[in-house]
């Protein structure tokens, strides 16, 4: 490896799914300003939209996951134009 070219400042840090609200903890040197206690120790938070508990891949189901509105939005856009 290179020297002086990876970060120094791992540290614990929680990421939590918001589609299903599974949370794990791991190692990042990602920045956050959000918050959050596990166990008693606070901990910095990301919140990611899917994870590989949620993910139709890993899970083997199928669901829809829409946190921004973005099917009821094509839906409005293109969804009734072969009933003109």
Known sequence: MK???HPDKYRPV???DMSNEDIFITRSTISTKE???????TYPLVKVEISNTSHP???GKQKLVDTAGRVDK???RYGNR???
């Open 3 to 5: 020297q002086g070219i």
């Open 14 to 16: 929680v990421f939590k």
């Open 35 to 41: 918050t959050i206690e596990v166990d008693g120790v």
């Open 57 to 59: 891949f890993y899970t």
């Open 74 to 76: 094509f839906m409005s």
């Open 82 to 84: 072969g009933k003109k």
